[in-house]
């Protein structure tokens, strides 16, 4: 099958939409899609100038998702002096898979000469995942305790270098699995939180004096175009799955939306902007009623959290 746009051997066929796509055409495709959702969400601050650019902080995995996106973020904003890019990535110590992973990252940054930083659970916590998984004092799953973890290195960071987004790699997939779990689990606070933490107004999360704003410029393009696109651009990319994921319930998720998708081509996409259009109504509704938790500051480490102890200080203590 020939490319739609030209008469080049397709790589890529896009059920949801139709198209046929060379290698040359399917990468413009996916890099005019971030680039799309970087305007529609108005991730470049008016306030930016070349005198006082933003900052953007990149949680880089060494994952295909992360360097993707570093990488075409790189591109679009390399001769633009309004942007300064700064990755950060996190070694929670897991034997045997960080460190290729972070070979990857090492290598993307050096190539494309971009700052990048590397913190430790061991160092900044004092404990490995490795050691967590073999302790599990609350008997949860490796992926619950790594959560809360890895988001308040990526949030603290952020904080102390005054970054003004926090970029993830989520991809469509991601996107549309969790919006469909909080909707079948129910839970309409996580709902809300979800979309004021990187889907509401970003003019309105960025006047917050509690958190750096997150941004998820990769998440109108699903998961398997991206890892396609990695392969194309030949990027250093550590695609293995970690030793101790336990997701069982997003991996039936995920599971249930890859048939969904493809008896249903577009069904991930209208997930999503539906997703998005009622946690906007849930968010301002949870935001004017009295079960908001009020913010305070964490009394072991002073982080910002609506509990006297914060969820990261908590399960360390219980980690003791």
């Known amino acids: 099958m020939d490319c739609n ?6 790589v890529m066929h896009a059920a949801y939409s ?18 799309r959702r970087v305007r529609r969400d108005d991730l470049v601050s008016g306030d930016a100038t070349p005198e006082a650019p933003q900052t953007w902080l990149i949680g880089l995995s060494g994952g295909k998702d992360s360097v993707v996106l570093t990488q075409i973020l790189h591109e679009t904003f390399a001769e633009d002096p309004r942007i300064e890019l700064v990755c950060l990535t996190i070694h929670e110590g897991i034997e045997g898979y960080r460190d290729k992973s972070l070979e990857a990252c090492l290598d993307l940054t050096d190539d494309l000469d971009i700052p990048h930083e590397v ?3 061991d160092e900044e916590f004092g404990v490995r995942m490795d050691d967590v998984v073999e302790d599990d004092p609350e008997n949860m799953a490796a992926c619950a305790y790594c959560g809360v973890f890895r988001r308040d290195l990526l949030s603290g960071y952020a904080t102390d270098i005054d970054a003004d987004l926090l970029l993830t790699g989520h991809n469509l997939d991601d996107e549309a699995q969790t919006a469909l779990m909080n909707f079948l689990e129910g839970d309409v606070a996580q709902i809300a939180k979800h979309f004021d933490a ?3 107004p970003l003019s309105e999360r960025r006047e917050s004096e509690h958190f750096v704003p997150r941004a998820k410029p990769l998440r109108d393009v699903p998961e398997k175009e991206v890892a396609l696109y990695a392969h194309l651009r030949d990027l250093p990319a550590h695609i293995t799955e970690c030793p101790h994921s336990s997701e069982a319930y997003r991996g039936e998720i995920q599971q249930l939306l890859y048939g969904l998708e493809e008896n249903h081509p577009g069904t991930r996409h209208s997930i999503l902007a539906g997703y998005e259009e009622l946690a906007g109504i849930v968010a301002e509704r949870y935001d004017d009623s009295e079960d908001g938790a009020e913010l305070r500051s964490c009394r072991e480490c002073g982080s910002t959290t609506t509990r006297e102890i914060c969820r990261k200080c908590a399960l360390l203590e219980a980690l003791v």
């Open 5 to 10: 746009r030209c008469d080049e051997p397709a």
């Open 18 to 35: 139709g198209a046929h796509l060379c290698e040359g055409h399917f990468v413009e495709s996916v890099e005019t899609r971030v680039r």
């Open 119 to 121: 913190l430790e659970y």
């Open 198 to 200: 990187s889907l509401g």
